[in-house]
């Protein structure tokens, strides 16, 4: 399914402490105008995309996300996401307006099951207890039937929750929620730099492991991590290739394009993918040898700034060189293959 996500612009309730939103200056927090964002849910239904999403900022406090929803839904998009941090819905009447539209997914950023830390997080006092009745709205909502694609919750995995993971997931399953995605903290803004924010990937895939085992046997979630290099995961792990599957979450992440408007006036379109693996991730030395170079985005390279690279290693051996040729011979696009590329390479680093 081609999936689309439309930034509506730089307005947040939040000051996250990793959010490169949370940079821009008073100026550059504006909406983009409901004219901008019909032209380009037009352009996107004209090309066949049949997912929208709607990110930013914060699409709940966007004076026009009901009637842009809406106007996606008789445009004939079968997916409509909202990303949002959840704040805004634990009042219901916002809920009911946005399902009404047409919204059938909801993404909701949170990254702690405590209450200070989440505060801290997003620079928000009282923003914990707010998203909880948001979470608890939303889970009412889809077990009435009224999200047919589902709620997820999106959390980073960050220096002051790298080890609780399992006790995040349990908490919010008792809240009634099946789907978590976890992605390795990009070190942005606060986090530049920042070693109490940013704990080193081996530690967070050991805890990332110690979930899995909780969710075979006790929670039964669909859980994702997203942004750990390939190496990170034990030799173990990735021989199973269904496990890896499962869990690495680009592995079955849609393929999205993004449009935002860097200055409210001119779209900048781009692979969401193809960004993160060319612009925002490190190629290294090692890599070139690695067996999971086609399918491997690589870490941060705010990341590797602050921890260095020794903690990565190139997967496989003879295989390695056929997989670093066929990442160069994707014009210099690393990382992150097709789908299907991404499924086989899984299966070739079996041990
Ligand atoms: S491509 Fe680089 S970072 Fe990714 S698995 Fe291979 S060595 Fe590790």
Not at 108 to 133: M, P, Q, T, Y
Not at 141 to 158: E, F, P, T
Not at 267 to 272: C, L
């Amino acid at each position: 399914m081609r999936n689309i996500e439309i930034n509506i612009g730089m307005v947040c309730n939040n000051r996250c402490v990793f959010c490169v939103n949370s940079q821009v200056n008073a100026a550059g927090r504006r909406w983009v105008s409901k004219e901008r964002v019909v032209a380009e849910i037009d352009r996107a239904a004209a090309r066949g995309y049949h997912a929208l999403g709607f990110l930013g900022g914060e699409i709940t406090y966007y004076p026009r996300a009901v009637e842009v929803i809406r106007l996606a839904r008789e445009k004939g998009f079968t997916r409509i996401s909202l990303c949002t941090n959840g704040r805004r819905l634990a009042r219901q009447e916002v809920l009911d307006k946005l399902l009404e539209a047409g919204v059938t997914r909801f993404a909701v950023s949170i990254h702690s099951h405590e209450a200070a830390v989440e505060d801290r997080i997003n620079g928000r006092k009282g923003a914990f207890a707010e998203k909880l009745a948001g979470i608890d709205n939303l889970v009412r909502a889809a077990a009435a039937g009224h999200l047919r694609d589902g709620v997820s919750l999106n959390s980073c995995i960050h220096g002051l929750n790298w080890n609780r993971l399992t006790e995040m997931a349990r908490f919010f399953r008792a809240r009634g929620i099946s789907d978590m995605r976890f992605n390795f903290l990009r070190p942005e803004h606060q986090a530049a730099g920042n070693r109490e924010l940013v704990p080193r990937l081996p530690d967070a895939v050991r805890e990332a492991l110690r979930l899995i085992v909780e969710n075979h046997r006790h929670l039964r979630m669909t859980i994702t991590f997203g942004d750990i290099p390939v190496c990170l995961w034990p030799p173990s792990f990735l021989a199973n290739a269904a496990f890896a599957r499962r869990y690495i979450g680009e592995f079955r992440d849609l393929d999205t394009d993004v449009s935002e408007f860097r200055d409210a006036v001119v779209p900048h379109r781009f692979n969401w993918r193809r960004t993160r693996s060319t612009t925002l991730k490190a190629r290294l030395p090692v890599c070139e040898a690695c067996a999971a170079a086609r399918i491997c985005e690589g870490p941060w390279t705010k990341y590797v700034a602050i921890w260095g690279a020794d903690e990565f290693r190139a997967v496989g051996g003879v295989k390695g060189a056929e997989g670093a040729k066929g990442a160069k011979d994707r014009k210099g696009r690393k990382g992150g293959g097709t789908a299907r590329e991404r499924g086989k390479v899984a299966r070739g680093t079996r041990a």
